[in-house]
C-alpha cells in the first residue's frame, strides 16, 4: 500500500507539473487542443491545460531588434553602394505570429532586404545620402503593411550605414573642396567691391577737401620716419604742399591771435 501511494503522489505531482504554466508579463500564451487552438491567447499568469492533451505556445511581445546586413545595391543614377540598415518590430497578434508565419524573425529579415534593395534603388545617390528619413518611412510602410498578416507591426527602420565606393569618396571630397574655394572666392571678391566702395567714398572726401590728402600723405611719411633707419625722399609737389600747408597753419594762428587782440579793449571797456 506505501508503495502505491507513493506512485499515486509521483503521478500526481507529475500530472500537476504538466498541466500548469506560468506566461511571465511580456508573453502571451496559445494553447492547442489536439492541434486547434483553444479560446484567445492567455494573459500573464497561471494556465492550466489538460497533460497530453493540449500543447502550450508562448509568444513573446517585447520589441525585437533586427540587423538587416549589409548589401550591395545599384542606385538610380548606376551608383553601387553598400547599405546596412536595423528594423524594430513587435508582435500585436500572437495567435496569427503563430499560425501565419512559421518563423516571424527569419520571414521579416528577408523582406526587410528586398525591400531596402527595391526602396534604395528607387533612388539616386544624391537622393539616398541626402533624404534617408523619407527612405526610413517609405520601408517602414511597405513592411509594415506585408506584415500586417503575420500580426506583426514594424515600428520603426533605420539605415544604419551606407559605404561608397573609394572613386566616389575622392570625387565627393574634390566637389566639396571645390566648393569650400568657391565660397572662398565670393567672400573675397565682395570684400573687394565692399573695400572699393569705401576707397571711392575716401576719394569724392579727398576731392572736396584737398587738405584732407595732404594731411593722410603727412601721415604716412610720420609712420615711415618711425624706422630711424629709414631714409624718406620728399618729392617737390609734396614740398610745396607742405610749405602750402604751414603757410595756412600759420595765417590760421595770426587770424586767432588778431581775434583775441580784439576782444581784449572790449573787456577792459566793461570792467
Do not use: C
Amino acid at each position: 500500500m506505501v508503495i502505491i501511494a507513493a506512485v499515486v503522489v509521483v503521478l500526481v505531482s507529475v500530472l500537476i507539473v504538466l498541466a500548469t504554466k506560468i506566461v511571465r508579463q511580456y508573453e502571451r500564451a496559445v494553447v492547442f487542443r489536439l492541434g486547434k487552438i483553444v479560446g484567445g491567447a492567455r494573459e500573464p499568469g497561471l494556465v492550466l491545460i489538460i497533460p497530453l492533451i493540449e500543447r502550450v505556445q508562448l509568444v513573446d511581445m517585447r520589441i525585437v531588434t533586427m540587423p538587416i546586413q549589409s548589401q550591395g545595391i545599384i542606385t538610380r543614377d548606376n551608383v553601387s553602394v553598400d547599405v546596412a540598415a536595423v528594423a524594430y518590430f513587435r508582435i500585436v497578434d500572437p495567435i496569427l505570429s503563430v499560425v501565419a508565419i512559421e518563423n516571424v524573425s527569419a520571414a521579416i529579415n528577408q523582406i526587410a532586404q528586398t525591400t531596402l534593395r527595391a526602396v534604395v534603388g528607387r533612388h539616386a545617390l544624391d537622393e539616398t545620402l541626402r533624404e534617408t528619413e523619407a527612405i526610413n518611412r517609405n520601408i517602414r510602410e511597405i513592411l509594415d503593411v506585408q506584415t500586417e498578416g503575420w500580426g506583426v507591426e514594424v515600428t520603426i527602420v533605420e539605415l544604419r550605414d551606407i559605404q561608397l565606393p573609394e572613386t566616389m569618396k575622392r570625387a565627393m571630397a574634390r566637389e566639396a573642396e571645390a566648393e569650400r574655394q568657391k565660397r572662398a572666392k565670393i567672400i573675397a571678391a565682395q570684400g573687394e567691391a565692399m573695400a572699393a566702395g569705401e576707397l571711392a567714398r575716401a576719394s569724392d572726401v579727398m576731392m572736396d577737401h584737398p587738405l584732407a590728402l595732404q594731411l593722410r600723405n603727412l601721415q604716412t611719411l610720420v609712420e615711415i620716419a618711425a624706422d630711424q633707419n629709414s631714409t624718406v625722399i620728399f618729392p617737390a609737389p609734396l614740398m610745396s604742399t607742405i610749405q602750402e600747408l604751414g603757410s595756412f597753419l600759420d595765417n590760421e594762428r595770426e587770424a586767432a591771435i588778431s581775434r583775441r587782440a580784439a576782444a581784449l579793449p572790449t573787456s577792459d571797456a566793461s570792467e
